[in-house]
């Protein structure tokens, strides 16, 4: 699993081109990959004597409909993106609408809130040289309204993504290392000639006409691929800055872990997920639903597939990704690669590079879950909750090569199960996952775009159940406007969220978090809305039918109504 071989779903390594989709491994058996490369051996140290992780997984967050009790879905509100400011000001403790809305989402039910604790303000100007100050002070203040706090160890930059209406870089000695070695970042296809109707045929005239046409390399966040090259950032690896950064964060913040803050989000790639950045909206390179490219072209990824192909027996495939894999905005079956007839992927070597791609990702997720367990502690010991975030990727799903799915590294074809691999591997580390999307219905989407939110989200959902892996749920896209909710959307997050009782027999999820808290969610044409769906979501029960919409709903179901007024 650690090697350059193909990860599968029983958490062994096979030959590159061969592994199997289906099947299940043994529980626990996920090592910690460390940066001395040593592991916790076939079991983390974390397991319980004789109880298997997932036994205890199951036990701890195993829905309540399962143990004989109706159990409801908590709710978290995201913070706004410039709560914490660049120079380390608390944006809105001083306006009387925020301390307002914070009491009043108390009352209504709201457990707690969410914010992203920004690489760029607390490690700003130094390398170890951390400031807390703000994110002290907001905890507190979220404490004094009744509520919770999530965090989100945000080691991305923030700007150019949808819903980005703020913008932060990484730190600016970060950003200095970034600009005297390019190897730090993630970088698209080089050479590539993206010509004016080159780019309007992949995409069917859907694309702008300003793209470079050479390789670009995306500031985001840093490439995996450089997780563990030592010296990079004034004398350290990246990983190990995540983990002082989290080590910092636990001595500094100790007193309000698992009083006030329950909860963090491990910053895993661009906006906080586990994913390559393959789909970036900078300089308006990508627009949906183009299928994305791999970000496989930078130095460190290069070496690492050399040495996959050389072990696959394959030299030949060491030189870069697929050659006909497309561009940010084709469709998959306007390339050679995704195609779903005689389409690439299906080929040995297809299946190899898809592997070697999605396993670079896996082993990224672990290295900072083995690093967020070494700082807080086994699941039995840590005071707070640690957590993946998955994109919810559900463009092009329904195509059988995920074409969009794959370039992210959520390899979701024939030959391995991403969502299953990675839902082991948070198992093993006593980690929670969050998924987006659950907002989304497949009838409201382009049906030339293939899409399958709810197809996806129901696999998810099922792959955590058998493992008892809890899953928390996020909308992707804002849920209301100046002055009225997406009604449909907060009906299809109740029904997404909560058990089912029909034949897929899913329990629920262990919370959502809405994006995001605004001044407009304190006006009456909304408060009444959102206070009703807050009601609705902390109720147990199962839900036996589709009641996030009307023109949808079963015959003998009723829709919840939601006032427009409280």
């Known amino acids: 699993m650690h090697g350059n071989g193909t990860r599968t779903r029983e958490g062994e390594e096979e030959e590159e081109g061969t592994s199997p989709r289906h099947g299940r491994g043994d529980e626990g058996s996920v090592g910690c990959r460390s940066e001395s490369g040593r592991g916790h051996g076939k079991k983390p140290p974390h397991v319980q004597p004789g109880k298997g992780m997932r036994g205890w997984m199951w036990e701890r967050f195993l829905p309540e409909r399962h143990k004989g009790k109706p159990q409801g879905v908590p709710v978290h509100v995201m913070l706004p993106l410039d709560t914490v400011q660049p120079d380390g000001t608390v944006r809105y403790l001083d306006e009387k609408w925020f301390q307002q809305l914070l009491k009043k989402m108390h009352k209504a039910g709201v457990k707690g809130l969410m914010v992203d604790v920004w690489w760029g303000v607390v490690e700003r100007d130094a390398p170890r040289k951390y400031n807390w100050e703000p994110y002290r002070l907001l905890a507190k203040h979220v404490a004094s309204a009744g509520l919770e706090l999530h965090v989100v160890f945000s080691f991305h930059a923030c700007g150019g993504n949808v819903g980005d209406t703020f913008c932060l870089p990484l730190p600016k000695w970060v950003e200095y290392a970034m600009d005297r070695c390019s190897d730090l970042l993630y970088k698209d296809r080089p050479n590539l000639r993206r010509t004016k109707s080159e780019i309007s045929h992949y995409s069917l005239e859907r694309s702008p006409t300003n793209v470079e046409a050479t390789s670009w390399a995306n500031k985001e966040c840093i490439s995996l691929f450089a997780d563990e090259k030592q010296g990079l950032l004034e004398g350290r690896s990246p990983m190990q800055c995540y983990r002082d950064f989290m080590m910092s964060f636990r001595d500094s913040m100790g007193d309000l872990i698992g009083n006030v803050i329950t909860d963090a989000v491990i910053g895993a790639g661009p906006c906080g997920e586990l994913r390559y950045p393959s789909y970036p909206m900078q300089g308006a390179r990508w627009q949906f639903p183009g299928i994305g490219e791999f970000m496989c072209y930078g130095k460190f990824a290069l070496e690492s597939l050399q040495i996959a192909a050389k072990k696959a027996g394959h030299p030949e495939w060491g030189k870069g990704g697929p050659h006909d894999a497309g561009c940010y905005n084709s469709f998959p079956d306007h390339t050679g690669f995704f195609t779903s007839v005689g389409g690439r992927y299906q080929t040995e070597y297809g299946k190899f590079f898809l592997n070697w791609y999605s396993n670079e990702l896996l082993n990224h997720g672990e290295r900072l879950l083995c690093a967020a367990s070494d700082v807080f502690g086994s699941p039995t010991e840590r005071k707070m909750s640690i957590t993946l975030k998955l994109a919810g990727i559900h463009w092009w799903h329904h195509h059988p090569s995920h074409a969009a799915e794959s370039t992210a590294g959520y390899n979701n074809t024939s030959s391995q199960d991403f969502y299953d691999l990675i839902a082991r591997t948070c198992l093993s580390y006593g980690a929670r996952i969050c998924f987006t999307c659950v907002e989304m219905e497949e009838c409201a989407q382009p049906s ?36 009225e909710f997406n009604k449909n959307a907060l009906q299809r997050i109740i029904y997404s969220t909560h058990a089912s009782g029909d034949s897929d027999n899913l329990p629920a999820m262990g919370g959502f978090t809405f994006l995001r808290l605004s001044r407009e969610l304190a006006q009456p044409m909304l408060w009444g809305v959102w206070v009703n769906f807050v009601q609705e979501m902390s109720k147990g029960g199962e839900f036996h039918g589709r009641m996030f919409s009307r023109k949808s709903l079963p015959r003998g179901a009723s829709a919840i109504e939601f006032p427009s007024s409280p």
Do not use: F, S, W, Y
């Not at 197809?455 to 209301?480: D, F, M, S, W, Y």
């Open 448 to 483: 030339l775009a293939r899409c399958g939110p709810e197809t996806l989200l129901l696999h998810i959902r099922k792959i955590c159940a058998l493992l008892g892996v809890q899953l928390h749920g996020e909308n992707a896209l804002p849920c209301h406007g100046v002055d």
